[in-house]
């Protein structure tokens, strides 16, 4: 009788042991799995935040590329503010007026003497698209008007094809040319006209050839045809106005720009620094 309660009391007191001997193993095993879970989320912490400085370093890298660049998309990475362009497109037609046309060529190579003048002397269709397919030239320039030029809808399309795919055009100093920016880009420019002094907008010049300009425009000699501040679009900046006249703008249209520069240069007196405002624009 003594050895069977002996041999009960050591059945009941194995689970027992059993579980003493097992507890230590459990927590062990909770240990090693609390730590994997804990280097895991660690890893995946550093990979994070490696993909974040990543792309970070990507965008500031961009950024720099185009030297501090304001437009809805992206320029070329070789567009560069601080180096005038090398080659353009002079508009010389039979409506265009020539004596202007001359002196703004002149303005246009003042302590810019590289610069290559290209003459595109109509608008029509063939050849007019031929040039607009040039791969070296990236910017026209439209001088005043002597009359409404005829823009065929294909020549339109084509010199929309030509500001979107990232390439600058300026016009300058004629209310034919708004006209001309309404019909071809489904703007809806007003004329307007103040005496100067013009005063730049600071605000609007940031990241801009106009950074760089004179902070003020005198009124010059010769004709100004200006726009009404309201009716520019959305996606349009006044770059220098006065009481609501804006004579300097642009307009972002998709990965170009379209200029306006609203003095005629009808006259080579008191021109003032109006073509620093010629030269900032072609550079846009």
Same mark, same amino acid.
């Given at each position: 009788?003594?050895?069977?309660?002996?041999?009960? $009391?050591?059945? &009941?007191?194995?689970?027992?042991?059993?579980?003493?001997?097992?507890?230590?193993?459990?927590?062990?095993? =909770?240990?090693?799995?609390?730590?994997?879970?804990?280097?895991?989320?660690?890893?995946?912490?550093?990979?994070?935040?490696?993909?974040?400085?990543?792309?970070?370093?990507?965008?500031?890298?961009?950024?720099?590329?185009?030297? #501090?660049?304001?437009? &809805?998309?992206?320029?070329?990475?070789?567009? %560069?503010?601080?180096?005038?362009?090398?080659?353009?497109?002079?508009?010389?037609?039979?409506?265009?007026?020539?004596?202007?046309?001359?002196?703004?060529?002149?303005? $246009?190579?003042?302590?810019?003497?590289?610069? *290559?003048?290209?003459?595109? %002397?109509?608008?029509?269709?063939?050849?007019?698209?031929?040039?607009?397919?040039?791969?070296?030239?990236?910017?026209?320039?439209?001088?005043?008007? %002597?009359?409404?030029?005829?823009?065929?809808?294909?020549? *339109?399309?084509?010199?929309?094809?030509?500001?979107?795919?990232?390439?600058?055009?300026?016009?300058?100093?004629?209310?034919?040319?708004?006209?001309?920016?309404?019909?071809?880009?489904?703007?809806?420019?007003?004329?307007?006209?103040?005496? #100067?002094?013009?005063?730049? %907008?600071?605000?609007?010049?940031?990241?801009?050839?106009?950074?760089?300009?004179?902070?003020?425009?005198? *009124?010059?000699?010769?004709?100004?045809?200006?726009?009404?501040?309201?009716?520019?679009?959305?996606?349009?900046?006044?770059?220098?106005? =006065?009481?609501?006249?804006?004579?300097?703008?642009?307009?972002?249209?998709?990965?170009?720009?379209?200029?306006?520069?609203?003095?005629?240069?009808?006259?080579?007196?008191?021109?003032?620094?109006?073509?620093?405002?010629?030269?900032?624009?072609?550079?846009?």
């Amino acid at each position: 009788r003594g050895m069977w309660l002996l041999t009960m $009391a050591y059945g &009941a007191a194995a689970p027992v042991s059993a579980m003493s001997v097992q507890k230590p193993k459990r927590t062990w095993q =909770t240990k090693v799995a609390v730590g994997s879970a804990l280097v895991l989320a660690a890893v995946a912490c550093v990979v994070l935040l490696g993909e974040d400085a990543g792309n970070q370093t990507a965008s500031n890298e961009a950024a720099l590329a185009l030297g #501090g660049s304001y437009y &809805a998309v992206t320029k070329p990475p070789a567009f %560069n503010f601080n180096r005038f362009i090398e080659n353009a497109w002079f508009y010389d037609g039979r409506s265009a007026n020539p004596d202007m046309e001359g002196f703004i060529e002149k303005l $246009a190579r003042r302590h810019h003497y590289k610069l *290559q003048i290209h003459h595109l %002397n109509t608008f029509k269709d063939n050849e007019f698209r031929a040039a607009l397919f040039s791969e070296n030239v990236h910017c026209i320039v439209f001088p005043p008007l %002597n009359y409404f030029p005829g823009i065929s809808g294909l020549a *339109q399309k084509d010199l929309r094809g030509y500001v979107s795919s990232g390439n600058n055009v300026v016009f300058v100093g004629s209310y034919e040319w708004l006209s001309v920016m309404n019909d071809v880009f489904g703007f809806q420019l007003m004329s307007d006209y103040k005496d #100067g002094p013009y005063f730049r %907008n600071d605000r609007n010049v940031r990241g801009t050839p106009f950074q760089w300009s004179m902070s003020r425009l005198e *009124q010059p000699d010769g004709s100004v045809y200006g726009v009404k501040v309201d009716s520019i679009p959305m996606d349009g900046k006044c770059m220098f106005d =006065t009481m609501n006249a804006c004579v300097v703008f642009y307009v972002k249209y998709n990965l170009g720009t379209v200029c306006y520069v609203a003095f005629a240069y009808d006259t080579p007196y008191g021109i003032g620094h109006w073509d620093q405002i010629l030269h900032a624009a072609m550079m846009m």
